[in-house]
């Protein structure tokens, strides 16, 4: 029973930081496509003072992540960063050059300067989402089993390619439907459409990928195809799917809250799917769920570990995730916009 519960607390902490932390992702994303210094310096303005106030905390959901992972399932662990090693470590890699580069790049006087850490958030923004997705595709396809040693084959195959760039696209996707949302909050209509025109390109992006995922799955990931087209994975696919036309919807009729509900339920629906398709295994089809669970004991702390965080910690998330969607940590008009554009030339 208590190994089940830290399955799904697993899962659920690898939805949250898909959803939160790739909403930050999308953001560098549209940063590093949004051309050069005077073509793009509104919206990296923008960009830089959305992303300030809420960026570094997406992070826990992250850390809960691999926790949860090597005290609840350290076999599952063990194999999976044993055969991942190299896109793990890329991505790792990618979070620290991100978080250097959007913080020092405002604090460089040098125009120099500040391409260059302004050019590590972007192309980290990029990298890192892909090499998380290539791993998870790795483990959807049952590449990682146990005495598998770290290998191209492992995460440069079909289904980790196509998972890498859904990753990406999802990123953009919420990056996009957010930045529109607060572009609208800081009273900046051009911005609020050129964020939403890009949302709905992603959008329309994420939906071929997903049909074309699907469709590479089901000789690439037999056992994933399987679960995504049957029972509880279906539903989630189907939920997924409504999710994608309430998006469109709500990004043509300019509601910037509803875009964001259901942008995230896009990508939560999609990331459960994905959970509930592997039943019962961690690894399909080589280790299930109680094999790699670790001891009685550690799981029922990680338990008590778990019902803390959902009092305390989260609470204080959820606060400062409203405090900053209703303007109140930082207020920012579209004239702030502009005097401070005007100065930025990176």
Excluded at 164 to 184: H, I, K, N, Y
Excluded at 239 to 252: D, Y
Aim: glycine share 10%; proline share 3%; aromatic share 10%.
């Amino acid at each position: 029973m208590i190994t089940g519960v830290i399955a799904v607390v697993l899962l659920l902490a690898v939805a949250a930081y898909a959803c939160a932390g790739g909403t930050d992702y999308g953001a560098g994303f549209w940063d590093l496509t949004a051309g050069g210094a005077e073509r793009g310096k509104r919206p990296r303005w923008l960009i830089d003072h959305a992303m300030a106030p809420v960026w570094e905390v997406n992070n826990v959901w992250l850390i809960f992540v691999l926790v949860i992972m090597w005290t609840g399932f350290p076999r599952f662990f063990q194999q999976v960063f044993t055969a991942m090693w190299l896109p793990l470590a890329l991505a790792a890699v990618g979070i620290v050059l991100r978080g250097a580069g959007f913080a020092l790049r405002k604090a460089a006087r040098r125009l120099a300067g500040r391409r260059l850490y302004g050019a590590a958030f972007a192309v980290s923004s990029l990298l890192t989402p892909f090499f998380f997705g290539a791993a998870v595709g790795g483990v959807a396809s049952g590449r990682v089993s146990q005495g598998t040693e770290a290998s191209a084959d492992a995460w440069a195959n079909p289904t980790s390619v196509l998972f890498g760039l859904l990753a990406v696209a999802t990123t953009a996707l919420l990056g996009a439907v957010f930045l529109a949302s607060d572009a609208r909050r800081f009273a900046a209509p051009d911005l609020e459409g050129y964020f939403r025109r890009r949302a709905l390109g992603a959008l329309a992006v994420v939906a071929v990928l997903a049909v074309i995922t699907l469709i590479v799955t089901h000789g690439d990931a037999p056992h994933v195809w399987h679960g995504l087209t049957h029972g509880a994975g279906l539903v989630f696919v189907i939920l997924a799917a409504v999710a994608t036309a309430a998006t469109a919807w709500s990004l043509i009729r300019r509601s910037g809250t509803w875009s964001r509900i259901a942008s995230v339920g896009v990508v939560a629906s999609a990331v459960v799917a994905w959970g509930l398709a592997q039943r019962p295994y961690l690894i399909p089809t080589s280790l299930t769920v109680a094999e790699g669970a670790g001891a009685e004991t550690t799981l029922r702390w990680l338990g008590v570990v778990t019902l803390v965080s959902i009092l305390l910690v989260f609470p204080a998330v959820a606060l400062l995730y409203w405090l900053d969607t209703h303007g109140e940590l930082e207020s920012l008009t579209d004239a702030d916009l502009r005097r401070g554009g005007a100065g930025d030339e990176g």
